[in-house]
T-cell receptor, first 113, second 114 residues
Framework: GAGVSQSPSNKVTEKGKDVELRCDPISGHTALYWYRQSLGQGLEFLIY????????KSGLPSDRFSAERTGGSVSTLTIQRTQQEDSAVYLC???????????FGPGTRLTVL | AQSVTQLGSHVSVSEGALVLLRCNYSSSVPPYLFWYVQYPNQGLQLLLKYTTGATLVKGINGFEAEFKKSETSFHLTKPSAHMSDAAEYFC????????????FGTGTKLQVIP
């Protein structure tokens, strides 16, 4: 089947605006992860979903960041009142179950002007 | 707690030469270990993983890695570099058993010189 898809692929926004990033995991994958990849910073874990619940939100950098998952499938990462330091590539990954190999989407490149 | 250290943010090799990308990990419990590759403007792709059993793990594109518990290492090797191997490589670790957060290293960019 299809891999993990993310939309949009690129997003340019103005400082202070809200943005929503979408992730469609592989069908049947119960676990879903969000990461942030900043230039020269490697991958930073943001949040993990098992089904529709998020047992690990420890990586969310501030209360401007939130995420939800509905129907055990699609997930949305929302960043409110964006700041320039939020500029990064946001990667989503899914796995069949917790602890299994993660399959990554192509990412959303967010640029905050 | 767990962590990963990748030695060398940039590595250059000549085409046909040995590729060696170093990864050391820290984990308080037996680890799962992974190598991912990221080609320009693409997402991460799993190269190989170690969970249990044989310590020498073979992956795609001719890469392999050996889990050495005594050295807490999981170095990635390939006998002969191809131009198409130019990419960024990430080592990652998670703890065994149920959900455990995967911790990624900061990545090593591999340049292959013709």
């Amino acid at each position: 089947g299809a891999g993990v898809s993310q939309s949009p692929s690129n997003k340019v926004t103005e400082k202070g605006k809200d943005v929503e990033l979408r992730c469609d995991p592989i069908s049947g994958h119960t676990a879903l992860y969000w990461y942030r990849q900043s230039l020269g910073q490697g991958l930073e874990f943001l949040i993990y979903f098992q089904g529709n619940s998020a047992p690990d939100k420890s990586g969310l950098p501030s209360d401007r960041f939130s995420a939800e998952r509905t129907g055990g499938s699609v997930s949305t990462l929302t960043i409110q009142r964006t700041q320039q330091e939020d500029s990064a590539v946001y990667l989503c990954a899914s796995s069949f179950s917790r602890g299994d190999t993660q399959y990554f989407g192509p990412g959303t490149r967010l640029t905050v002007l | 707690a767990q962590s990963v250290t990748q030695l060398g943010s940039h590595v250059s090799v000549s085409e046909g030469a040995l590729v060696l990308l170093r990864c050391n990990y820290s984990s308080s419990v037996p680890p799962y270990l992974f190598w991912y590759v990221q080609y320009p403007n693409q997402g991460l792709q799993l190269l190989l993983k170690y969970t249990t059993g044989a310590t020498l793990v073979k992956g795609i594109n001719g890469f392999e890695a050996e889990f050495k518990k005594s050295e807490t290492s999981f170095h990635l090797t390939k006998p002969s570099a191809h131009m198409s191997d130019a990419a960024e490589y990430f080592c990652a670790v998670s703890a065994t058993g149920g959900y455990q957060k995967v911790t990624f290293g900061t990545g090593t960019k591999l340049q292959v010189i013709p």
